[in-house]
């Protein structure tokens, strides 16, 4: 290149590169003091430090700029194809989600669960009111049992009054019993 720009400039210029330099070859003394340059570690510093302001810039890019510079379709096909590259959505839609959770495990059960629960607890108990108004659940108890016929409502109570009867005769028996046994044990202690 450096030879094609001296031959094409054939005018004064080149006639008084050819005068200063003679047979020297041009282009070997620019490769040379070229590779000096890039050698230089004062050259990478340079060359690091101008990458790394670019990329600060790139990084501050809204997603409009991105856009323009390179094009809605080029981006979502470079990132279709990193994030291929980075998930392997074969592998991971064919993996058990216990797998995949195994390690977050702990952290889900014991720090998000409970707060999870404690956050749900506490906006359930801020609008039960409004659930109850919405849900009219009072208008719909009292219209379920209205619609209940007269034999219905008798066998619900005889079967809640039989239970409840039963338990009362077992708690009976067992306190008679243990007052009984006190008793007992109290006349052999004091006699």
Same mark, same amino acid.
């Given at each position: ?7 094409? *400039? ?9 005068? #200063?330099? @003679? ?26 430090? %101008? ?10 890019? &809204? =997603? ?6 390179? !094009?809605?379709? &080029?981006?979502? &096909?470079? =990132?279709?194809?990193?994030? !291929? ?6 592998? #991971? ?11 977050? *495990?702990? *952290?889900?059960?014991?720090?998000? =669960?409970?707060? #999870?629960?404690? %956050?749900? !607890? ?49 708690? !009976? =028996?067992?306190?008679? @019993?243990?007052? @009984? ?5 109290? #006349? %052999?202690?004091?006699?």
């Amino acid at each position: 290149m450096v030879d094609d720009f001296v031959k094409g *400039r054939s005018g004064m210029l080149g006639n008084m590169l050819q005068m #200063v330099l @003679g047979n020297v070859n041009l282009t070997g003394m620019i490769q040379k003091e070229l590779i000096k340059f890039l050698s230089n570690e004062g050259t990478k510093d340079l060359v690091a430090t %101008l990458l790394r302001k670019e990329w600060e810039k790139i990084l501050d890019w &809204q =997603a409009e700029q991105l856009e323009e510079q390179f !094009g809605r379709e &080029q981006l979502l &096909q470079t =990132a279709k194809k990193v994030v !291929g590259k980075i998930i392997r959505m074969d592998q #991971v839609l064919s993996t058990p989600i216990s797998t995949l959770a195994s390690s977050y *495990r702990e *952290r889900l059960v014991e720090q998000m =669960a409970p707060q #999870v629960v404690q %956050l749900f !607890g506490s906006w359930l108990a801020g609008r039960i009111e409004d659930l109850m108004e919405r849900l009219h659940l009072a208008d719909v108890v009292r219209e379920q049992v209205e619609t209940f016929s007269v034999e219905r409502i008798e066998e619900m109570v005889l079967l809640i009054t039989s239970r409840e009867l039963k338990m009362i005769t077992y708690l !009976g =028996a067992l306190l008679g @019993g243990s007052i @009984g046994l006190l008793q007992g044990i109290f #006349v %052999l202690v004091m006699g």
